[in-house]
Structures are given as structure tokens and as C-alpha cells.
């Protein structure tokens, strides 16, 4: 089953197109399903049945997985189930009508404005990694950019003169987005007066580490988090804190919400909803700490 499992990472990256993250966590979610399998004496794909799939889900729950955990290595379990059945590898599919599990209800992490401009205006400085650092947030908050597709940016995807940029975002879909002023103007001075002491000549992403390779995710959460503690920020901060208050703030200011699905890259308009779910969240919160008979 382990050379089955391989054949299937291979068919999402080649021919589905996902991303390296998104294979990887099929590949986590599904190697803990075999063994699992391999533990109730399961050696082949058609021994499977619909028991053995709930036994391993209940065997999550038990281990106190969060319910996005449980919901997700469910969907792919059921993918690969369907992918053996469409190669002929198997005949029936025992998670066929599986339900997966109801999500947990957990609004976005969104801060202030006031908290978002406190962070942004303390990331100055001349050393090249400050610049770096200030002109990442700056884009992460002026786009609502994924942290992923503001690392894979390159020079080529940036238009500064014309006010936008293209993003690669889920699905290799390609997206424009405008850019604020305020972004690219920090932007183009850590090109101009950064970047190459960074190593720049040697790459063409845009956001580089000291080392002059691309910077990865948890390079950048170690940053956010850095410099969210020395702005003296102790609220719960999450890698995408900047895109869900870029959304957030936008329907707080009156943008329409099938233009803030645009910029965000949401395939359907329900994810981009919960966004007004938090404003309704925040309305509640000022009510009852500022109304004298809350």
C-alpha cells in the first residue's frame, strides 16, 4: 500500500498541480492512515473496509486532534480511495458517503488597525534585513497575500510603476492585485538598497534570508512574531494575522465582498463571508465593553 500511497502523491503533484505543502500534508495525514492499517494486520488496498477508515478517525479524536485535523486527513483518506477506484486498483471504495467531521467554528485571528499600524511603524531601520522585513509586511497587509505566495514572488511578478502585482496562488491560479502606495514604496527601497546585500544577483525571488536563498515560511514566522514582541504586540498572532486584517479592514470600510474574494483568491464566496462574521464578532465586543447597560 506504501507504493500505492507514492503513486498517489506523484498524480497530485503532476497532474492535480497542488503545491508542495498541500502534497506533503496528504502525505503526513495518509502515512498515519497505513499505519494504522498496517496495525490491524491490513497488507491491501481491498481488504479496507468502512470500520477500519471510523476505527482511525476515532483514533484521532482520542488524541485530542483538533476537528480541522480530523476533517482534513478524512478528505484524504477519501481521495485516495477515489484515485485507487479510478485506476482500477480496487474496485469498491469503503469511504464512499464517509461524512467528514463538522468544523470548529473558530473566527479568523484579526488585529486592530490601530495594532496592525503600531507593528508596520516600528520596523524601521537601515540594516538590509530591516528593510527586508518592513516590506514584507507592508505588501502582506497593503494585498492579503498568502504568506506562500508572497515568498514565491519574483522579480517578474512585480509591476511597482504600474501599481500592481502578479500572484501564483492555490490551483496555479494567477491573480492581480493592486499594490498601496505605502507598499510600494518600502518595496522598492529594499530593492534598491537591500536586496543585493542580501545576495540578490544569485536569485530572482524577491525576499531573500541572510544567506541569499529564498526566505521560507518558518524563517518568516520566526520574524512576524520577533517583531510583533519588540512593537510590544501580545496579542495571539498567527502567519496570517496581516491577510485576515487586510480583509477584515476592507469590509469594515465599506469594500464590496466579491472584490475582496478577488484580491484574496477565493475560489468560493462563503470563505471570504467569514470575514463578516468577525465584523459582526467585533460590533458584539465594543457593544458590550463600551455600552453602559451592556
Given at each position: 500500500?506504501?507504493?500505492?500511497?507514492?503513486?498517489?502523491i506523484?498524480?497530485?503533484?503532476?497532474?492535480?498541480?497542488?503545491?508542495?505543502?498541500?502534497?506533503a500534508?496528504?502525505?503526513?495525514?495518509?502515512?498515519?492512515?497505513?499505519t494504522?492499517?498496517?496495525?490491524?494486520?491490513?497488507?491491501?488496498?481491498?481488504?479496507?473496509?468502512?470500520?477500519?477508515?471510523?476505527?482511525?478517525?476515532e483514533?484521532?479524536?482520542?488524541?485530542?486532534?483538533?476537528?480541522?485535523?480530523?476533517r482534513?486527513?478524512?478528505?484524504s483518506?477519501?481521495s485516495f480511495?477515489?484515485?485507487?477506484?479510478?485506476?482500477?486498483?480496487v474496485?469498491?471504495?469503503?469511504?464512499?458517503?464517509?461524512?467528514?467531521?463538522?468544523?470548529?467554528?473558530?473566527?479568523?485571528?484579526?488585529?486592530?488597525?490601530?495594532?496592525?499600524?503600531?507593528?508596520?511603524?516600528?520596523?524601521?531601520?537601515?540594516?538590509?534585513?530591516?528593510?527586508?522585513?518592513?516590506?514584507?509586511?507592508?505588501?502582506?497587509?497593503?494585498?492579503?497575500?498568502?504568506?506562500?505566495?508572497?515568498?514565491?514572488?519574483t522579480?517578474?511578478?512585480?509591476?511597482?510603476?504600474?501599481?500592481?502585482?502578479s500572484?501564483?496562488?492555490?490551483?496555479?491560479?494567477?491573480?492581480?492585485?493592486?499594490?498601496?502606495?505605502?507598499?510600494?514604496?518600502?518595496?522598492?527601497?529594499?530593492?534598491?538598497?537591500?536586496?543585493?546585500?542580501?545576495?540578490?544577483?544569485?536569485?530572482?525571488?524577491?525576499?531573500?534570508?541572510?544567506?541569499?536563498d529564498?526566505?521560507?515560511?518558518?524563517?518568516?514566522?520566526?520574524?512576524?512574531?520577533?517583531?510583533?514582541?519588540?512593537?510590544?504586540?501580545?496579542?495571539?498572532?498567527?502567519?496570517?494575522?496581516?491577510?485576515?486584517?487586510?480583509?477584515?479592514h476592507?469590509?469594515?470600510?465599506?469594500?464590496?465582498?466579491?472584490?475582496?474574494?478577488?484580491?484574496?483568491?477565493?475560489?468560493?464566496?462563503?470563505?471570504?463571508?467569514?470575514?463578516?462574521?468577525?465584523?459582526?464578532?467585533?460590533?458584539?465586543?465594543?457593544?458590550?465593553?463600551?455600552?453602559p447597560?451592556?
Amino acid at each position: 500500500m506504501r507504493q500505492q500511497l507514492e503513486a498517489f502523491i506523484n498524480y497530485l503533484v503532476i497532474e492535480r498541480q497542488m503545491s508542495a505543502n498541500t502534497a506533503a500534508a496528504y502525505r503526513n495525514d495518509l502515512n498515519q492512515y497505513l499505519t494504522t492499517l498496517e496495525r490491524e494486520g491490513i497488507s491491501s488496498p481491498e481488504e479496507v473496509t468502512r470500520h477500519h477508515i471510523v476505527l482511525h478517525i476515532e483514533s484521532l479524536l482520542q488524541a485530542q486532534k483538533s476537528r480541522a485535523t480530523v476533517r482534513r486527513s478524512t478528505s484524504s483518506i477519501r481521495s485516495f480511495h477515489q484515485f485507487l477506484v479510478e485506476r482500477q486498483i480496487v474496485r469498491h471504495d469503503p469511504s464512499r458517503h464517509l461524512d467528514l467531521p463538522k468544523p470548529d467554528k473558530k473566527l479568523p485571528v484579526v488585529w486592530s488597525q490601530t495594532d496592525i499600524v503600531r507593528l508596520l511603524d516600528s520596523v524601521v531601520g537601515n540594516d538590509p534585513l530591516v528593510r527586508r522585513d518592513a516590506a514584507m509586511l507592508e505588501l502582506l497587509y497593503g494585498t492579503g497575500m498568502r504568506v506562500s505566495e508572497l515568498l514565491q514572488l519574483t522579480l517578474n511578478d512585480l509591476q511597482l510603476e504600474l501599481g500592481y502585482l502578479s500572484c501564483l496562488g492555490k490551483g496555479n491560479k494567477t491573480r492581480i492585485i493592486p499594490i498601496s502606495q505605502t507598499a510600494i514604496d518600502s518595496v522598492t527601497v529594499y530593492l534598491d538598497l537591500a536586496r543585493n546585500s542580501l545576495g540578490g544577483q544569485q536569485t530572482d525571488y524577491v525576499f531573500l534570508n541572510s544567506r541569499g536563498d529564498r526566505l521560507s515560511r518558518q524563517g518568516f514566522w520566526k520574524m512576524i512574531k520577533r517583531r510583533a514582541k519588540e512593537a510590544g504586540i501580545e496579542k495571539e498572532i498567527t502567519p496570517h494575522v496581516l491577510r485576515h486584517s487586510f480583509a477584515t479592514h476592507l469590509l469594515e470600510n465599506g469594500a464590496d465582498l466579491r472584490v475582496v474574494q478577488e484580491m484574496l483568491g477565493h475560489a468560493d464566496l462563503s470563505t471570504t463571508q467569514m470575514y463578516t462574521h468577525v465584523n459582526k464578532a467585533r460590533l458584539h465586543d465594543v457593544y458590550k465593553n463600551h455600552h453602559p447597560r451592556a
